[in-house]
């Protein structure tokens, strides 16, 4: 079960702390920056909270008329039948309560936070493992400018300003995004000539952008952080994100919250969207004048139909970019330990799909050519016709026990091998249950551990 981080104005607003030992004291800390009116309730109460005047503390017993006009509740005391009827009773009055160590009672958590200023990070994981919680927190704070609360007041003020002095909305989110990047880099407020630099730049920006263009990014094959970094940037600035199945969906988290996110998903089977209403839909999307992205799995001219793509866009006078990704040709066998080059071994390689439109059988036409190449063979989306393709090479001349392999990898970097000859790696894959996609490797190479 997950838990929303709702950010809650507290300020001023009645909390009660039941418990007066060090529990209770760790709460106060985290909650006094945010200036709400605590109480404190117990038969017992530390020294160092009795001392302080920024809260309440009533050394007693916890009564039910305690409870009246609270925003929230914690129960921190050492009774646990205590805590409980805390909990009960919150639950039947409507009042968000927080129970230590006690997730199942709580209807809310105390996330790890981090506070510099206007900025507030709270990091939860649902009561699984607060040590990872408090371990990412402080990676988060090592993260942060030193001068962010300055940063964040100079930001807050920028807004009021901006709001006055750029009428137009995409160029005044356009300059008010690139200050943000530009004080986080410089680790400070910008100087005044730096904002009207800034300004400038932006307008600029903002009159090319309504032409539209589309960039057409290989997100590479596997884990999100293959990708490379161009097309990383190019999905942070993207306006419109169009994307296909084979990628890593934690890409996705890197697009602005404004970007709209368009599935168009393509595989064996399973067409969700034909290719000439993709053309249309990136078309239109640059026509509305905005910046697209077109993310692909693997790279996007090697059977990835990018150029298809590009020559529609072209059409249309379009500006089109294009952002090379890694292949699965190369990226899938190698995360296997399989080279498709080696030295004295194999010195050429061969990318071929492993299925055409054309053929009778949909298997490529030159099988006999290939079977007389001396190099790597690597079939692409090939898996449903794996024991053709393995009979037709040996029909024509490859060995029966030429080493075969296929490599099935996932995004979270893990691969599955099926290794074999063309005699038998038909019949292993078979037996392994191994679905798609996956890449077929055929050669010297495919031997190799």
Same mark, same amino acid.
């Given at each position: ?9 507290i ?5 009660l ?5 060090r ?7 985290k ?8 109480m ?42 205590? #805590? ?9 009055? $409507?009042?968000?309560? #927080?129970v ?6 709580c209807s =809310? ?15 939860? &994981? ?8 408090s371990?990412?927190?402080?990676q988060?704070a090592q993260?942060? /400018? ?12 920028? %807004? ?10 995409q160029?005044?989110?356009? =300059? ?12 400070? /407020?910008?100087?005044?000539?730096e @904002? ?12 090319s952008?309504?032409i +539209?263009?589309?960039?057409v990014?290989?997100? $590479?094959? +596997?884990?999100?952080?293959?990708? &490379?970094?161009r ?17 890593? %969906? ?20 399973k ?7 993709i #053309?249309?839909?990136?078309?239109e999307?640059a ?17 990835g139909?990018?150029?298809e793509e ?5 059409r249309e $006078?379009?500006? !089109? ?9 190369i990226?899938? /066998? ?5 080279? !498709?080059t080696?030295?004295?071994l194999?010195?050429s390689?061969?990318v071929?799909?492993?299925? &055409? ?21 690597? =079939? ?18 490859? @060995? ?5 392999? !296929?490599?099935?990898?996932? =995004?979270?970097?893990? !691969? ?5 000859t063309?005699? &038998?790696?038909?019949?292993r894959?078979?037996a ?18």
């Amino acid at each position: 079960m997950g838990y929303f981080p709702f950010f809650i104005d507290i300020k001023e607003r009645n909390g009660l702390i039941i418990g007066g030992g060090r529990i209770a004291a760790h709460k106060v800390e985290k909650l006094l920056p945010f200036e709400p009116r605590l109480m404190v309730v117990a038969p017992d109460i530390l020294p160092e909270l009795l001392e302080r005047r920024d809260i309440i503390c009533h050394q007693r017993t916890f009564s039910k008329e305690d409870l009246s006009e609270m925003m929230f509740v914690i129960a921190a005391s050492d009774d646990i039948s205590l #805590n409980s009827k805390v909990a009960e009773m919150c639950m039947e009055r $409507g009042i968000p309560v #927080n129970v230590v160590d006690n997730r199942e009672e709580c209807s =809310f958590l105390f996330p790890a936070l981090v506070k510099e200023g206007k900025l507030t990070v709270g990091i939860s &994981t649902g009561g699984a493992s607060p040590q990872i919680a408090s371990e990412l927190r402080s990676q988060v704070a090592q993260e942060l /400018p030193c001068g962010m609360e300055q940063i964040l007041d100079y930001l807050f003020q920028l %807004r009021k300003e901006a709001k006055m002095k750029i009428g137009e909305d995409q160029a005044r989110s356009a =300059f008010l995004k690139k200050a943000a990047m530009l004080c986080m880099e410089k680790n400070r /407020p910008l100087l005044r000539e730096e @904002e009207e630099a800034l300004h400038h730049e932006c307008n600029t920006e903002v009159q090319s952008d309504l032409i +539209g263009c589309v960039t057409v990014v290989g997100a $590479g094959c +596997g884990a999100y952080d293959l990708i &490379t970094v161009r097309g990383m940037n190019a999905v942070r600035k993207a306006q419109v994100l169009v994307y296909d199945d084979l990628i890593d %969906r934690r890409l996705l988290d890197f697009a602005a919250e404004s970007c709209e996110r368009l599935y168009v998903g393509k595989r064996s089977g399973k067409h969700s969207m034909p290719q000439e209403e993709i #053309n249309r839909l990136l078309i239109e999307k640059a026509k509305q004048g905005k910046r697209v992205v077109r993310l692909k799995g693997g790279d996007p001219f090697v059977f990835g139909r990018g150029k298809e793509e590009v020559q529609a866009l072209t059409r249309e $006078g379009i500006e !089109v970019q294009v952002v090379p990704g890694i292949s699965s040709a190369i990226g899938v /066998p190698s995360a296997a330990g399989i080279p !498709v080059t080696h030295r004295e071994l194999s010195e050429s390689f061969h990318v071929i799909t492993g299925h &055409t439109a054309r053929g009778q059988d949909s298997l490529p036409e030159d099988m006999e050519q290939l079977a007389s190449l001396h190099g790597t063979l690597v =079939f692409l989306m090939g898996l449903g016709h794996l024991e053709e393709i393995a009979e037709r090479l040996v029909r024509y001349g490859k @060995e029966p026990d030429t080493p075969a392999a !296929v490599v099935h990898g996932s =995004f979270d970097g893990n !691969v599955r091998t099926v290794r074999g000859t063309l005699r &038998t790696i038909s019949e292993r894959v078979r037996a392994s249950g191994m679905e798609a996609p996956a890449v077929i490797v055929v050669g010297e190479t495919a031997g190799m551990k």
